[in-house]
């Protein structure tokens, strides 16, 4: 690959740092949609079926080129398709039943700062004390959304159940993101991806089929087949897809950022969509997760590592 080449796809996973949260912004609103029209597994379940055959569908002479070697690494990929499709999916809307907004963005606040962590331990990724403060930054602007700027407010958080469920797809997402690029494959990242997602929907299959048996809510309807297609198509297919060209390029630390335009974007999102307003606060943390993002993103000659 020529260096402009190089330096092209660089940038293109830089751009995608800015939209990718608005992608996945959407499953915020999915998720506050989903209790009591569809069970979590089974919203999943769909999810990742639709995404999946469309991934596959996109990449399949390539998936046929290469059945054997798909075959010989199925124990990675049901890894892969467990942690970032059923972990990473159901539990989110099950955690979402019986917790706070604010609880689940604290607790995915943590991710990007164990993925930095362990990614330099574990992966030896270079990483200076510039990119640490980029998302020390980031974290603080991120936590001043979610606390809607009274930090005094941390002190009084109440934990539950649902909590639980969350922190569970937080280290999932944590190492879901790690084994990507740890396990590297000779698939591109669409027929990669539709092989993970198929394998996590087959991980899904008993605990959806229970779901649909025991749950009063009907399993197929207009309202929830709705929920499961904008699911699969953005913060799905268009969301996993990018994330997956920022992960090859740019690394799991550096990419770990993504995370704090979350809530950011989400509001965003609401006042769009749901009329709810924009606060001061929402500003603030604007203007220190983007400087912390920028830090964590210099180019690599501008930074000295550790």
């Not at 995608?16 to 609103?29: D, K």
């Not at 009084?156 to 396990?183: M, P």
């Not at 997602?197 to 299959?205: I, P, T």
Request: with cysteine.
């Amino acid at each position: 690959m020529s260096l402009h080449s190089r330096n092209s796809r660089q940038r293109l996973a830089v751009v995608l740092i800015f939209v990718t949260p608005a992608l996945w912004s959407f499953n915020y609103l999915i998720a506050r949609r989903a209790p009591g029209v569809i069970e979590p597994d089974v919203l999943a379940l769909q999810r990742w079926l639709m995404a999946g055959l469309l991934f596959c569908f996109v990449a399949r002479a390539e998936l046929w080129a290469q059945r054997r070697l798909i075959l010989a690494d199925w124990r990675h990929t049901v890894v892969l398709g467990a942690l970032g499709m059923w972990i990473c999916g159901a539990w989110v809307y099950q955690g979402g039943h019986s917790t706070s907004a604010t609880n689940i963005a604290l607790i995915y606040a943590l991710s990007p700062v164990m993925i930095v962590v362990i990614s330099r331990l574990w992966l030896k990724e270079p990483f200076s004390a510039i990119q640490a403060c980029g998302v020390a930054l980031a974290l603080v602007g991120v936590l001043h959304v979610v606390l809607k700027g009274q930090w005094a407010d941390l002190a009084r958080v109440q934990w539950s159940v649902g909590d639980a469920w969350i922190l569970g797809a937080t280290l999932s997402w944590t190492f879901y993101s790690l084994l990507l690029k740890r396990w590297p494959s000779p698939l591109g990242d669409g027929a990669r991806l539709g092989v993970i997602s198929l394998a996590g929907v087959l991980v899904m299959l008993p605990f959806a089929g229970w779901e649909a048996l025991s749950s009063p809510i009907p399993t197929f309807s207009r309202t929830g087949f709705e929920l499961a297609l904008t699911a699969a198509l953005l913060p799905g297919y268009a969301a996993y897809l990018a994330y997956s060209v920022m992960l090859r390029e740019l690394g799991a630390a550096r990419v770990s950022v993504v995370l704090y335009l979350g809530p950011l974007y989400a509001a965003i999102m609401a006042w769009l969509m749901l009329g709810e307003p924009v606060h001061g606060y929402h500003a603030v943390g604007l203007a220190l997760v983007l400087p912390g993002i920028y830090l964590v993103n210099r180019r690599p000659d501008t930074i000295q590592p550790r």
